[in-house]
């Protein structure tokens, strides 16, 4: 039974050039970055390269790339690290959207208990945030507003650079979570307008445990981690760097197909969603449909059938019933419940995201896999 992986969302195989490129820095390169000679030397110019590599695909420089151990690491990096610097502490404001990744929604509510505002902005029924809502949350403490790039769920693309617009006229710095993002949609800092933009390797080729943060030359933020003063003082702690090569490497592959692969990935995914709906008729709909999405992502509501008895009937295929957080939960998720889906629809919603790997025949099989798997159960 060949399995057919159409969860990339959830995370992404490690793409075999950044595997070879990292393994050395688990054999022979093992020295520390901070060291004088020539083994620490070595690993040094590695982790520059990897953070050049990362800079290149965000349009950054090398100095503004701050890696961590993961994309919520990088979320609560900004959000704790502006609020920390408040004296005295709770004074601020925050917005951020309804369907932000917890993440994002966790720290936000930490710092609701330690006394900072929140303010949390509705998005529309295809899950895009009006970026008049943001301008309206605005208030004189605002210290950020942070709106995820593109939803991990549905695949929704948020106006990230009209809000940057507003922001900026407003005086307030811009975070957006680009997890789901980077390397699926052009990411360049500079375009998006933002301050902070946070980065999961797992979700790009890299290996699980290793993020980064894009912070904006001049913007200061608090350590979470206070130590030795590695990344610019804001991530104390020796270098991970076999996956820092990782994930430089991950970048540049990504920059080098972006144009490419997100042409491919949306005509796979446009592919299976023709042949679902197809099958399954005019109630079968699909989530942030009439919105720009991502390219790869396909959140589907499978009429009159439970999405988890679904999926478990097709063991040879990988996806989620809403994001891979969430399975397993009775309950409709945060976006769901965001965008308004009701109940009933909710309960048949699949998440397919395909990927650099994925083919034309796995994505009809996973089709066919699923519209037969559906007529058992009806
Ligand atoms: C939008 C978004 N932000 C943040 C994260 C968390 O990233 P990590 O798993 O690297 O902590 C995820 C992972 O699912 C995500 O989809």
Known sequence: MKTIYLDYNATTPIAPDVQTAMLPFLAEHYGNPSSGHALGRACHEATLDARAKLAALLGAERDEIIFTGCGTESNNLVLKGLAFRQAPLG????VISSIEHPAVTEPARFLERLGFGLTIVDCDARGRIDPDDVAAAIQ??????????????????????????????RGVLLHTDAAQAVGKIPTRVDDLGVDFLSIAGHKLYAPKGIGALYVRRGTALEPLLHGAGHEGGLRAGTENVPYMVALGKAAELAG?????????????????QQALVDACGPKCTVNGAGAERLPNTLSINIPNVDASELLARIPELCASTSAACHTGQAQRSATQQAIALPED????????????????????????????ARQQLR
């Open 91 to 94: 004074s601020g404001h925050f």
């Open 345 to 372: 629809v909710a309960r048949g919603t699949i998440r397919l995201s395909v990927g650099w790997f994925t083919d034309e025949e796995e994505v009809d099989r996973a089709a066919n896999l699923l519209i037969g």
């Open 256 to 272: 080098q197909h972006l144009s490419e692969s997100v042409e491919r990935l949306a005509m796979l995914r446009d592919r299976l």
């Open 140 to 169: 004189d403490d605002t210290l950020l507003v942070s709106i995820m790039l593109a939803n991990n769920e549905i695949g929704t693309i948020q106006p990230i650079a009209e809000i940057s617009k507003i922001c900026r006229q």
